[in-house]
C-alpha cells in the first residue's frame, strides 16, 4: 500500500514535469537562441552550451534600418497599450459599475449585447476600417489601431468587471450613501478602490490584446505606427543569421508579459474564473 | 451629482430599498451609455458596412467596374472550390483543436486541482502559453519546427527517427494544429480549474464514505457537475479557433500549397493581395453565420444541460 502510494506520487511528478516542460520549452528555447551566437543559433543538432552574447540585441537597437524601426515599434506598442487600456477602463467600468450594482431595467438585455459583441471575429472589421480610414488619410497612425482595440476590449472588460464588482459587499457602499455619499461617490470613494486588483487584472487583459494584436495592425500600419507583433511577424528569414535577433525582439515581447503574470498571477486566475463560473 | 434622495434615513430593511432611487435609473444609463455608444459606433457600423459591401462586386484594382450584384459575391464563394477548401479546412481545425484543448484542458485542471508543494508555480507556468503574443508562439514554434536545426527533429534523432519537413504541404495541418492547442489549451484548464473549486468537498467526501472509487468520483459526482463549465469553454474555444489568423500566418501563411488556408487567412488575402473587397466582406459575413450557429447551437446545449 505504501509502495503504491510512492508509485503515484512519482508518476504525478513525473507528469508534472512533462506538462511544465511541454508549456515552457518552445519560448524557453526562443530566449536562449536570443543569448546565442549567430554561428551556433543555426548549429545541427542543436547546441545548449554556448558562451552566452548580446550581439543580437546590440544589433536590433544600434540604428541600422531594422534598429530604428524596432525602436519606432516598441514605442509604438507601449504608447497603444497604454492609451487602449487606459480608455477601455474608463468606458467599461462605469458601464460594469451600472449593470452589476443598479440594474436598470433591460440589464439582462444590454449585458448580453455588450458581452454578446464578443462573437464578432475582429477579421469582420479589418476591411471596413480600412476603407473608412483611408480617404481620412488615418490608415498608419495610432487611431486607426486604438479604434479597434478599445471596441473589442470593452465586452472583455465588462464581463470581468462585473465578476469582481459583484463580489463586492454591498454593505460597504450602502454604509457609505448613508454616510452622506451620493450614488457616484460611493462609486468612486468605496467601490473602486476596492475594485483596483480587479480592475488591475482587467486592464492587463485589455492591455494583452493590444500588445499582441497582429489582425489588425498587419493590414492598417505600414511604417510610422507599426508594433513589435508586426515587426517580429515580417522577420521571416529562412537564412539562419536572423534567428539570433528573432529570438532577441520575441524576447522583449514576452519579459514584460512574464513579469506581469507573476506580479497578478492570483487575480488572472480569479478574474477569468469569476466570470466564467458565474455567468 | 449627489441627488437629494440619497440622504433620506433608513427606516428599517424597507428603508434599505428606497436607497436606490429613481434617480439612479438615469443615472445608470448615463453610465452605460458611453460603453453601449462606443460598441455601436466601432462595431456594428463597420459590421453594417461590410453586409452592404458584401453585395458589391467591388475591386480596388478595377473601381470602374464596381457594381451591385446581390448575392454574387455569396455564390462565387461557394462555388469556388478554393473558398470552400477554405471553409472546410477551417471547420476541421477548429473541430480537432477544440477536441483536443477540451480533453487536455481537463486533464490538465484536474493535475493541477490535486494540492502539492509548487503548485502554484506550476499552474502559473502552465498559463505562460495563453497570455503570450501568438506571434512569438508562432515563431518560437518555427524554430523548434526547423527541419535542419530545429529542437524537434534533434530530439527525433536521438531515437533514430530522420528529420520531418514538419511545415511542408504533408505535416503543415498538423504542425499548425499542435501550435494551436499549445497555445490554447491552458484557458480551458483555467476555466474547469476554477469549476472545480466550485464543487463542494463534502460532496466528494459523501462519495468517499460511500465507497466511491476514484473513477467512480470522478465519472459519477465531478464530471456531471462539470459539464455545464466544459460546454462554457468550448464555446469559448469554438468561437476564437473559427476566426484563427495569426499563428497560421506566422507559420505558413496558408500555404504550402494552401494545406492550411483558413478562412482567417483567405478573407487577408482576397483582400489586401488581390484587393477583392466585395468578396473579402462576403467571406467575413459567412465566417460571421457559421460563428453565430455554432455558438447558437452551443448555448441551447447549455441551456438544456443547466435545466436538467
Known sequence: ?279 | MHSPTTFRPPTAAAGLQRLIPRSDRSLAYTLLAPAILTLLVILLVPLAYNLWLSTYQYNLLRPRQTAFTGLGNYIDILTNPAHLNALWITVAFTAFAVLAQTLIGTALALLLNIDFPGNHLVRTLVLMPMLISEVVAALSWRLIFHTEFGLLNALLGVVGIGPKVWLGEDLSFVSVLVVEIWQHTPFVMLIILAGLQTIPNELIEASRVDGASRWQRFRFVVLPLLVPIILLALVFRTMFTLRVFTPVWVLTSGGPADSTLVIGIDIYRTAFRYYDLGAAAALSIILLVVTLIITLAYMRLLRREALS
Open chain 1, 1 to 279: 500500500m505504501i509502495l503504491l502510494q510512492r508509485l503515484e506520487k512519482v508518476l504525478l511528478a513525473v507528469c508534472i514535469v512533462v506538462v511544465v516542460a511541454v508549456a515552457v520549452t518552445p519560448l524557453a528555447w526562443m530566449m536562449l537562441t536570443s543569448l546565442k551566437p549567430s554561428l551556433i543559433a543555426v548549429a545541427s543538432p542543436p547546441q545548449i552550451l554556448f558562451t552566452p552574447t548580446l550581439e543580437h540585441y546590440i544589433a536590433l537597437f544600434s540604428g541600422g534600418d531594422a534598429g530604428s524601426t524596432l525602436g519606432l515599434a516598441f514605442v509604438n506598442s507601449i504608447v497603444v497599450t497604454a492609451v487602449s487600456m487606459l480608455l477601455t477602463i474608463a468606458i467599461a467600468c462605469p458601464a460594469a459599475y451600472a449593470l452589476s450594482r443598479l440594474r436598470p431595467a433591460g440589464t439582462a438585455s444590454l449585458t448580453v449585447f455588450i458581452i454578446g459583441v464578443r462573437m464578432l471575429p475582429p477579421i469582420v472589421l479589418v476591411v471596413p476600417l480600412f476603407r473608412f480610414l483611408q480617404p481620412l488619410g488615418l490608415n498608419d497612425t495610432y487611431l486607426a489601431l486604438l479604434v479597434p482595440y478599445v471596441g473589442l476590449s470593452i465586452p472583455l472588460a465588462v464581463w470581468m468587471l462585473i465578476g469582481f464588482f459583484q463580489n463586492l459587499p454591498r454593505e460597504l457602499e450602502e454604509a457609505a450613501m448613508i454616510d452622506g455619499c451620493g450614488r457616484l461617490g460611493a462609486f468612486w470613494h468605496v467601490i473602486l478602490p476596492l475594485a483596483a486588483p480587479g480592475m488591475a487584472a482587467t486592464s492587463i487583459f485589455t492591455g494583452l490584446l493590444a500588445w499582441n494584436d497582429l489582425v489588425f495592425s498587419l493590414p492598417l500600419t505600414t511604417t510610422r505606427a507599426v508594433t513589435m507583433p508586426v515587426i517580429a511577424a515580417r522577420m521571416r528569414v529562412e537564412e539562419g543569421v536572423l534567428w539570433g535577433q528573432l529570438g532577441a525582439v520575441s524576447t522583449i515581447m514576452i519579459v514584460p508579459v512574464i513579469l506581469l503574470t507573476f506580479f497578478v498571477q492570483r487575480h488572472i486566475v480569479s478574474g477569468i474564473a469569476s466570470g466564467a463560473v458565474k455567468g
